[in-house]
């Protein structure tokens, strides 16, 4: 079950502040407080979705296309598609997911290879 007290609901929320990118009605992006490359943007739904999977299960097409293609906005606009750039997220215990509202990471703006 969805908790609302994770710290990206509460910043969704505007409770605690971040270091926005980008946000509409609909999905918020802010840099990582903790980024392990020089680019480290955290994108995600305002919709309570805890993981990936339950993003794709309880979203609909268009909500998810959204999402996404705005993901290739943000990346285009810090210029990572001619650089290249990491997409990365964590779902469950395995993955050692910290914060249980889904988010993708964006990782990029040098070489990537030292990051496991
Ligand atoms: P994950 O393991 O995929 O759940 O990643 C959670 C990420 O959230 C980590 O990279 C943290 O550094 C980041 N994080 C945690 N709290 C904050 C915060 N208040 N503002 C920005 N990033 C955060």
Do not use: W
Not at 75 to 92: A, H, M, P, S
Not at 103 to 112: A, C, D, K, S, T
């Amino acid at each position: 079950m969805y908790d609302n007290n994770n710290i990206f609901a509460k910043i969704i929320r505007k409770e605690i502040p971040c270091d926005k990118i980008f946000e509409d009605d609909q999905v918020l992006f802010f840099n990582d407080i903790n980024p392990k490359a020089k680019i480290h943007i955290l994108a995600m739904p305002k919709t309570e979705v805890i993981s990936f999977s339950d993003f794709i299960n309880k979203s609909t097409p268009e909500e998810v296309d959204y999402f996404f293609k705005k993901i290739v906005e943000i990346v285009q606009k810090f210029n990572l598609d001619k650089t290249g750039y990491r997409l990365i997220t964590n779902d469950g215990n395995d993955a050692n997911q910290e914060v249980a509202h889904f988010h993708v990471h964006i990782l990029g703006g040098e070489n990537l290879s030292g990051l496991r």
